[in-house]
């Protein structure tokens, strides 16, 4: 199941144009969390893009949050974001 998430979430980052993009399942870590009951996984992403020049950190986690449009209620319950532009 992880690795189905984790291309479903890789799918729709795509809208960003990511130069990098690294998701990492954290689900295991948080056993027992009761979001995990739910059946959301934790994930933490590292995106790199052309898309995030010029913007703040909430303008960048916005977008991501927007691409990642109806995952956010479904497959995902925590995310850890770390979006950054090509010269950072």
Do not use: C
């Amino acid at each position: 199941m992880s690795n189905i998430r984790i291309e479903h979430i890789r799918q729709h980052l795509q809208i960003l144009h990511p130069l990098e993009l690294q998701i990492e399942d954290e689900s295991a870590q948080h056993a027992g969390h009761s979001g995990a009951q739910s059946g959301g996984g934790h994930f933490k992403v590292r995106i790199l893009s052309e898309v995030f020049i010029g913007k703040s950190l909430l303008q960048r986690h916005r977008l991501v949050y927007d691409a990642l449009g109806d995952l956010m209620h479904t497959e995902i319950h925590a995310l850890a974001i770390q979006a950054l532009a090509p010269d950072e």
